[in-house]
């Protein structure tokens, strides 16, 4: 019996655990480089003064059809499901409160989701940089789409 507990202590010391631990590292994850962001065409950027702060506009309901004007960089909030809202103008942030929500945006600053299923789509970039993205769930898509022309035609690649 004293034999079977005598076999099953460690009777290596600290120093010697220590000495093994450096030849059974921790895997180290493998290096991921950063991407390299898309330029910008010139011709999809859209100034304006950051300093302006209008009024906060909204989207409500349940399946919802609606066309919102941002004329003073405002904030919008899309609240509720299944909602449709084409939104012109630049925007300071879109925010997403809700489940599959599709939102079609001329620029904005920021776009934040607090709902999956989402899909937001704009076409320009604001004062030239990409939108800031902050995704409280999962399952979201943002994409950026051409600018079309005044004669329904599109003027650049997409991205």
Do not use: H, W
Not at 29 to 57: H, K, R, Y
Not at 89 to 95: K, Y
Not at 96 to 103: P, R
Not at 105 to 117: L, P, R, S, W
Request: aromatic share 6%.
């Amino acid at each position: 019996m004293s034999a079977a507990m005598l076999a099953s202590c460690d009777l290596r010391s600290g120093i010697a655990k220590e000495n093994m631990e450096k030849f059974n590292p921790t895997p180290t994850p493998p290096f991921s480089p950063t991407p390299t962001p898309i330029p910008i065409d010139p011709a999809d950027i859209v100034g304006v003064d950051i300093n302006q702060e209008g009024d906060v506009l909204s989207v409500n309901g349940y399946d919802q059809k609606k066309t919102i004007n941002c004329t003073k960089f405002n904030r919008v909030r899309v609240n509720g499901d299944m909602n449709l809202a084409s939104i012109k103008g630049v925007c300071r942030e879109i925010m997403i409160n809700g489940d599959k929500n599709e939102t079609t945006v001329d620029a904005a600053m920021e776009f934040v989701f607090n709902g999956t299923e989402n899909r937001v789509k704009y076409s320009r970039f604001l004062n030239g940089k990409q939108p800031l993205l902050t995704q409280n769930r999962p399952g979201n898509i943002i994409e950026k789409v051409e600018v079309e022309t005044t004669s329904g035609q599109s003027r650049n690649k997409p991205l």
